[in-house]
Nanobody, 126 residues
Framework: QAQLVESGGGLVQAGGSLRLSCAASEITFSVYLMGWFRQAPGKDREFVAVIGRSTSSTIDLADSVKGRFTVSRDDAKNMVYLQMNGLKPEDTAVYYC??????????????????WGKGTLVTVSS
């Protein structure tokens, strides 16, 4: 059974940075798109970033994080990262890593992704 484990969340002041990591196991990592999603209290889960397979590494970011967040992957380590800079209080949420063979834009809650981690909490104080 595929496992995705997120780490790197925590409490940070507005304007600060965090780097989230996601370790994948029991999947053929290189064939999967990898994504980051978040869910704030009382809100639906929303798309944050997705990175394509290593052969393309196409990247897409939500408009709300463009210019502040970047996503990358290391297929040798089965890892995907979300570098978050210029954090804002509205970025506060549980952040989830996901793996999928397809990514469906605007298709919450699962966006077509096959596997999900349990999430890591990011809290941005004002």
């Amino acid at each position: 059974q595929a496992q995705l484990v997120e780490s790197g969340g925590g409490l940070v002041q507005a304007g600060g940075s965090l780097r989230l990591s996601c370790a994948a196991s029991e999947i053929t990592f290189s064939v999967y798109l990898m994504g980051w999603f978040r869910q704030a209290p009382g809100k639906d889960r929303e798309f944050v970033a997705v990175i394509g397979r290593s052969t393309s590494s196409t990247i897409d970011l939500a408009d709300s994080v463009k210019g502040r967040f970047t996503v990358s992957r290391d297929d040798a380590k089965n890892m995907v990262y979300l570098q978050m800079n210029g954090l804002k209080p509205e970025d506060t949420a549980v952040y989830y890593c996901a793996a999928g063979l397809l990514f469906r834009t605007n298709a919450p809650p699962d966006y077509g992704m096959n596997y999900w981690g349990k999430g890591t909490l990011v809290t941005v104080s004002s």
